[in-house]
């Protein structure tokens, strides 16, 4: 704990010290610039982030304190991450599920499942915003916020599919064969032996995909331009860093934030899980 | 054993013929293999695990399989077991299918692992076979307490595996293969995995257990002297392919009390000779 | 992994379904053609485009690999200087699980304006961040797992630590090491892709999908084929470098169970 408040210090010291003692133009080999110039432009001191963070978002009289405002949006994007997370689980553990029952489905849907993660997500989010603005039911109209969950859910079911998977194939060779002898057929050996012995291998891949939801979901919210979330946030204020350094640095502990709420939600489930953990490897 | 005028069993004889301990016809055999022979398929081609496998068990008998590796003792009792299924012949149990017999939940079984389900207490994991097939939690309750001091594990009911040693891991298993009450156990190798103290205790134990039940016994082991102890019948296997080489009738049955005394005595080490000698045999060496 | 037919098989015809039922949403019913062209266009495109998407791979491609080998080697280096000095690992833990569950890619728009909009640097700098968690990870994991057993031999032998290391230590940890390493290829390639997202001179895949994404989206998608190409690649070198550590020295480790 103390380690890593020193850690975060250094951390810090390395970044003041390079301001200090680092070159005006930075380190430039050949055409490429390996460290950043160290203006005060480029690399505001870290107390300018700090007290950034306490003023006012923008210069109109009505407006509330940037952390406030970052602080909004950063659960904004929480919850879509989270919605994006839940609905990648369920559909990562379904596609486990069936091919654990299914050798074939096995064979036939984890390359694709493989490949689907080289596909950057970028591509897809124009169209997925397209497509939900065309979708109707009555009254109701699809809102931005679920293009960038849709997006969330991409990312996050490739890590739950193959956790789950390697789960449902963890109990021991004796406790397959025992509930076999118990002719117990496929539900109930999967609801006791091979579910529960799958949790400690989807808390970690849970653990994953939360990170990689948060990904999605900032990007997406970026490319959407969806405004009330984070990702919105990122790209602006950096557009703004010219005029104002320090403030584009505002989303970017938004953005650690969220990230660390995200990993405590996971945790959280982990904690109600905790009496299928026992024996697992730390 | 009775002498009911049937063929009965010498030191000489691999004869399988069971007897029955009453009555004249011969009761249904616990199981009963009949020129049952098993291949697996393997990267060196077809293995032949098991070759014109003959064998009878009573009910009530306990029986060891023994041999070197690869002798078919385990795929053995996995037929019997409808683990596996044969290539040739058949294989009863209590005049029923093996099939059939699992599904009527005949048998209980215990493997070298105990198999406990890691995130169950001791009380759960005896209870898996009940839940399965829907005893009612009351009764559930009560056969579980009986078991469980029926293997000396009450005061650990609400232990987790983790918290066990292997021998009590191994009671649990036990005890979970008793809870239907089977007439007929399969076990293979189950106390391989401990010490050499602990295996005795267990043996000692087994015995009274299976004394107390009644339950025809078919028990897979490396080891000789766990075999001359617990057994009526030692049935000595030899490799490649897997076959019968010799019975040896120990005479050591059900009312013969297992104890230190016995593990000492002369007749226990004469056993242990005869069986380590059959061992040695080539097959087909005869008595 | 033996090799059946249904494992060669299978995916092929999930795959061909797969294409047979996105040429039918689209050319035959005609849903949703603006933002998802057939395939029929998507090669086109390709076709047409060959050259830009070629140049665009490559500069993609060497932004990945920048970013991959830096983070890679960094990652192994702090990992070994973790595995033996407490309280560097103590500072670098906490450091090094918030850099996982963070979105790295928050950084990009400011990295463009702290180096330069003309830089390719950023985007490396984001693929080797991306890069160096998992291998780092993974790393300090393998270098952990030498047992106690190993190291009571080692002692009798009275081995010097450097024997020790190179005797026990460091084949054991080679496996996880290029574990770790497959996992961060596919994340280099990813992250330098989004990077390009955020700025930057648009010579890459990720900008030109950008651009292509609300105009051309045939062009967008022979793009992102691009981009499939390179993930795929980088996989395949780096799940071919783990597979070999692991038959070398890895048999211990855990291999898929029999069904």
Request: hydrophobic letters at 50%.
């Amino acid at each position: 704990m103390v380690a890593g408040v020193l850690g975060l210090a250094l951390v810090v010291a390395l970044w003041e010290g390079y301001k200090q003692f680092g070159p005006e133009s930075g380190w430039v080999i050949g055409e490429a610039r390996i460290l950043p110039r160290a203006t005060d432009l480029a690399m505001p001191h870290v107390w300018e982030m700090v007290t950034r963070l306490l003023e006012p978002e923008t210069s109109a009289s009505t407006s509330s304190p940037l952390w406030l405002v970052i602080l909004q949006a950063a659960l904004v994007s929480l919850g879509i991450a989270c919605v994006g997370l839940l609905v990648g689980t369920v559909v990562g553990l379904a596609l486990a599920l069936a091919m654990d029952r299914f050798q074939v489905a096995e064979h036939g849907l984890l390359p694709w499942i493989v490949l689907s993660q080289t596909v950057p997500l970028i591509a897809f989010a124009p169209m997925v915003k397209s497509w939900g603005s065309n979708i109707a039911i009555g009254a109701w109209e699809w809102p931005a916020w679920m293009s960038v969950a849709v997006i969330a859910s991409y990312l996050a079911f490739f890590p739950v599919a193959v956790g789950a998977l390697r789960g449902l194939q963890s109990p021991t060779v004796e406790q397959r064969e025992l509930f076999r002898t118990y002719d117990a057929g496929y539900w109930p050996t999967l609801r006791k032996v091979k579910l529960p012995a799958a949790v400690p291998y989807l808390l970690s891949s849970l653990r994953l995909a939360a990170a990689a939801a948060v990904v999605g979901t900032v990007v997406a919210e970026g490319s959407i331009a969806y405004l009330d979330g984070i990702g919105r946030k990122l790209i602006g204020y950096g557009g703004q860093a010219s005029g104002d350094p320090a403030k584009a640095w505002a989303p970017i502990f938004g953005a650690a934030v969220l990230g660390l709420l995200a990993a405590g939600v996971v945790w959280l489930v982990g904690v109600a899980l905790r009496r299928y953990r026992r024996g697992e490897a730390t | 054993m009775i002498d009911d005028g049937k063929a009965t069993v010498t030191s000489d004889s691999p004869s399988t013929t069971p007897t029955s301990e009453s009555g004249d016809e011969p009761a249904t055999p616990a199981v009963s293999l009949a020129g049952v022979t098993k291949q697996f398929a393997s990267k060196q081609g077809q293995v032949q695990a098991l070759a014109d496998i003959d064998l009878s068990v009573a009910p009530g008998e306990f029986v060891s399989l023994i041999g070197p590796s690869g002798c078919g003792k385990s795929t053995l009792m996995r037929l019997v077991a409808d683990l596996e299924t044969p290539s040739a012949g058949t294989v009863q149990v209590f005049g029923k299918t093996a099939t059939r017999a699992r599904k009527d939940q005949d048998y209980g079984i215990a493997f070298q692992q105990s198999g406990l389900l890691a995130w169950r207490t001791v009380a759960d994991n005896i209870a898996v076979p009940l839940e399965l097939h829907k005893v009612s939690r009351r009764r559930r309750q009560e056969r579980v307490a009986e078991l469980a001091a029926l293997v000396g594990l009450e005061e650990f009911t609400g232990h987790y595996p983790d918290q066990l040693s292997g021998g009590m891991q191994q009671r649990v298993a036990i005890a979970r293969a008793l809870a239907e009450q089977p007439r007929l156990l399969l076990m293979d190798e189950p106390f391989g995995a401990l010490d050499e103290m602990t295996r005795e205790r267990l043996q000692t134990e087994l015995s009274r257990l299976v004394r107390k039940t009644g339950a025809a016994v078919v028990f897979v082991t490396h080891s000789i002297p766990e075999a001359v102890f617990l057994s009526e019948r030692v049935v000595v296997m030899s490799p490649r392919p897997g076959r019968i080489t010799r019975i040896v009738p120990t005479g050591l049955g059900p009312d013969v009390v297992r104890d230190e005394v016995l593990r000492e005595s002369e007749r226990f080490y004469e056993l242990v000779t005869e069986v380590r000698e059959a061992l040695h045999a080539r097959p087909g060496a005869g008595s | 992994m033996t090799l059946s037919p249904s494992r060669l098989l299978a995916p092929l015809v999930v795959g061909l379904l797969g294409l047979a039922l996105w040429a039918l949403v689209v050319d035959v019913l005609g849903i949703g053609t603006f933002f998802l062209p057939g395939p029929g266009e998507v090669v086109t495109a390709l076709g047409e485009s060959w050259e830009p998407i070629r140049a665009a791979f490559w500069v993609t491609a060497v932004n990945s690999l920048w970013g991959l080998a830096v983070g890679a080697v960094l990652g192994v280096a702090l990992a070994g200087v973790a595995a033996t000095t407490r309280l560097f690992d103590g500072m670098l833990g906490p450091l090094v699980a918030i850099l996982a569950v963070v979105p790295i890619v928050a950084i990009a728009p400011l990295l463009y304006t702290m180096l330069g909009t003309d830089q390719e640097t950023p985007r490396r700098i984001i693929g080797g961040i991306a890069a160096f968690v998992p291998v780092f990870i993974n790393t300090l994991r393998g270098l952990r797992q030498t047992t106690p057993l190993q190291r009571d031999l080692m002692r009798t032998y009275a081995a010097g630590p450097v024997q020790r290391f190179r005797t026990v230590t460091l084949p054991v940890a080679i496996p996880y090491t290029l574990t770790g390493l497959r996992l961060a290829g596919s994340l280099a390639v990813i992250s330098a892709l989004v990077a390009e997202y955020f700025g930057g001179v648009n010579n890459g895949l990720g900008s030109a999908i950008k651009n292509a994404a609300t105009s051309n989206h045939a062009r967008a998608f022979a793009y992102v084929g691009g981009a499939i190409v390179l993930g795929l690649l980088v996989f395949a070198i780096t799940a071919a470098l783990e597979r070999l550590a692991h038959r070398a020295y890895g048999q211990h480790l855990d291999h898929r169970r029999k069904r």
